[in-house]
């Protein structure tokens, strides 16, 4: 008797003693004493959150009564020149004038906006009193339309403050925006379900963008027949955001490896690193762009394959949106930032452009190489989903592996042979690297640790991919 009250009575003690937060406690025994965790370096726990989202060919029409339903009163539409003439935009006007909407429109959105586009956008839609926006277009689009919304309710918030740090100043967003809807016209981006805008910070010559929650569309209104008007190449370039979303976001760091634990739920990230949900949705995009994504680019008129891209994105927006993407696209903005003279086929602008999409993709077996010795089981499942033989395959091979599949996969989709052919050399690499460094918010989610000299190879070895 007298052992047991010894051992009952240490249990006591330790209990007392022990960390009170959820990562190392039982909570049924915390009562009203329990304190800060002052242990855990870590975070413990993922929070998901996405746009509620209505798919449908010909779900469009439904916008007018949607807007009918919010009560709005004057609703700011977005769009681009492009689009401005193009079915998506007419079909949604048709639905506004059918329902009886007052709106106004703006259609000067810039493909890869910048910070200068982005304030023209704001200064339009502060200009008006506006009660719901529309966005209707790619991940341009929706992200302007995200960053107008954002600043015309914080109208006097200087425009860095928002701005993820330490470009910016990442103040955290804590009023409610205006509700927002998202009528995607490509398959890519995934921005009707998140909430980050992206553009490029012209000073730096490298993209940055606002990460927030409070960001993400109200609804998304995914309507495959949108995608049937995109010309090859930006199916491909769209197509290839998707797959280094669901790349990148199923390798990430584990969410409960990302620090530090936050001492506020508000101050958790939206990018969080991988766990058991994205990881759901990341996986099965995957599977998705292994299946239809080369029809849906040589086949513009293969309704199946474009439908089932259009859904891959917005799979993969909901794995990446909450999960976050690393290496490929923390080093892609310096490459659309810096670009000089290339201007990629299929995109009708007046301006050098290397469109997202592809300054994401052309360092992904560099990338995946470099982080397989981390987590090679991952690596070697997305090898094989893309249809490399796994079955002899050691983990020391992973990434050379799925490097190899990817540049075939690349290969087939008549991808450039790297970053000398949209017009970089190797006296670029130090300004590339220079660029990928205050990308903080996604280089740090990679699984391995890197340094500048890391960085300087990953560049150099994405010279050239064939």
């Known amino acids: 008797m007298a052992g047991r009250n010894r051992v009952a009575n240490l249990l006591r003690q330790l209990e007392k003693a022990s960390c009170r937060c959820p990562a190392h406690s039982n909570t049924l025994h915390q009562g009203t004493e329990a304190a800060t965790c002052t242990v855990r370096k870590t975070d413990y726990a993922v929070e998901m959150a996405s746009s509620n989202i209505r798919y449908g060919e010909g779900v469009t029409q439904e916008i007018g009564m949607d807007l009918q339903n919010m009560g709005a009163r004057k609703v700011c539409l977005m769009t681009d020149k492009n689009l401005s003439r193009l079915p998506p935009v007419k079909a949604v006007l048709e639905s506004l004038a059918k329902n009886g909407i007052n709106y ?42 995200k960053a107008a919304n954002l600043y015309a309710c914080h109208p006097e918030a200087d425009f860095l403050d928002f701005v993820n740090a330490p470009i910016g100043k990442g103040k955290p967003i804590t009023q409610s925006l205006k509700p927002l809807i998202a009528v995607p016209t490509t398959a890519g981006t995934g921005s009707e379900t998140t909430g980050v805008a992206i553009f490029d910070f012209e000073k730096l010559k490298a993209k940055t963008g606002i990460a927030s929650r409070a960001l993400k569309p109200t609804l998304g209104i995914v309507d495959p027949l949108h995608t049937l008007h995109m010309p090859e190449r930006v199916a491909a370039n769209s197509g290839f955001d998707v797959l280094c979303h669901a790349l990148e976001s199923y390798t990430a760091l584990p969410y409960n490896m990302r620090s530090p634990c936050p001492p506020n739920p508000i101050n958790r990230p939206a990018y969080q690193g991988s766990n058991p949900i994205s990881d759901v949705w990341s996986r099965h995009a995957l599977n998705v762009v292994a299946k239809y994504m080369k029809r849906s680019v040589y086949d513009p008129e293969d309704v199946e394959a474009r439908s089932n891209m259009h859904l891959a994105s917005v799979f993969a927006g909901i794995g990446f949106g909450n999960a976050g993407v690393h290496l490929c696209h923390g080093m892609s903005y310096p490459i659309a930032g810096n670009v000089k003279t290339h201007k990629a086929k299929g995109y009708n602008v007046d301006h050098p452009i290397v469109p997202h999409g592809l300054s994401v993709v052309l360092t992904s077996p560099a990338v995946f190489t470099f982080t397989a010795s981390m987590c090679p089981e991952r690596h070697l499942e997305v090898a094989e989903t893309l249809g490399a033989d796994v079955s002899n395959a050691k983990r020391d091979d992973a990434g050379l592996l799925l490097a190899d599949t990817l540049r075939q996969f690349l290969y087939d989709l008549n991808v450039e042979d790297g970053l000398h052919a949209v017009g970089y050399t190797k006296d670029d690499v130090p300004g590339l690297v220079k660029g990928t460094l205050p990308q903080e918010r996604v280089t740090k989610l990679s699984p391995r640790e890197h340094t500048e000299e890391d960085l300087t190879h990953l560049f150099e070895a994405s010279m050239k991919l064939y």
């Open 104 to 145: 106004k429109v703006f259609d000067s959105v810039r493909v890869e906006p910048t910070d200068s586009s982005f304030k023209e956008a704001i200064a339009f839609a502060k200009n008006e009193v506006f009660d719901v926006y529309v966005a209707v277009g790619g991940g341009s689009v929706i992200d302007t339309c």
